[in-house]
Antibody, heavy 119, light 112 residues
């Protein structure tokens, strides 16, 4: 069974940093592109970043470029999102998902982890 | 960047009746490889999103056949032939033809 479990969310002050993790099981992690998608409370979905199977290609939404870094460790079956210089508007549930290729689709999702940026 | 616009934003539907959601992109979603990387996802209350349709019209295995996707160029539609109670939730279109990928605002499907 394919499983994705996010962790690392929590309360952080503006300007702070947080590292999210996504532990996967039930499939060969190194064979798949992966993505992070976020959802602010009561709002819609927002694509954050994608990463290629070997980590050699990454793509970001402009508003997060330079502040967020997507990475992966195929030996640990884990996906990461390093978030720096956090702002109140980064408050959201962050989902990791498995993609069917560089251009999706996002077929399997985790349950999400909540990040709250507040003084 | 490609902007995805969904209409309506809210859709009250009677059980057993059809429903239709429109998604319009600010640029053509036809990739140079000929594919249309347009997906439809469903998000039930309190749940993560669930993929229904990919590459415009391909239904994911296990998705009821009352769901169908169609469209071309910049105009796309998700149709539910007969709405059931379990279909309540928010529906999103998503384009992956061009980076950055982007979602529509979401359409809330409710039962009248």
């Amino acid at each position: 069974e394919v499983q994705l479990v996010e962790s690392g969310g929590g309360l952080v002050q503006p300007g702070g940093s947080l590292r999210l993790s996504c532990a996967v099981s039930g499939f060969t992690f190194s064979n798949y592109w992966m993505t992070w998608v976020r959802q602010a409370p009561g709002k819609g979905l927002e694509w954050v970043a994608n990463i290629k199977q070997d980590g050699s290609e990454t793509y970001y939404v402009d508003s997060m470029k330079g502040r967020f870094t997507i990475s992966r460790d195929n030996t640990k079956n884990s996906l990461y999102l390093q978030m720096n210089s956090l702002r109140a508007e980064d408050t959201a549930v962050y989902y990791c998902a498995r993609l069917g290729g560089a251009r999706g689709p996002p077929g399997y999702w985790g349950q999400g982890t909540l990040v709250t940026v507040s003084p | 960047d490609i902007v995805m616009t969904q209409t309506p934003l809210s859709s009250p539907v009677t059980l057993g009746q059809p429903a239709s959601i429109s998604c319009r992109s600010s640029q053509s979603l036809v990739h140079s490889d000929g594919n249309i990387y347009l997906s439809w996802l469903q998000q039930r209350p309190g749940q993560p999103p669930r993929l229904l349709i990919y590459k415009n019209s391909n239904r994911l295995s296990g998705v009821p056949d009352r769901f169908s996707g169609s469209g071309a160029g910049t105009d796309f539609t998700l149709k539910i032939s007969r709405v059931e109670a379990e279909d309540v939730g928010v529906y999103y279109c998503m384009q992956a033809t061009q980076f950055p990928h982007s979602f529509g605002q979401g359409t809330k499907l409710e039962i009248k």
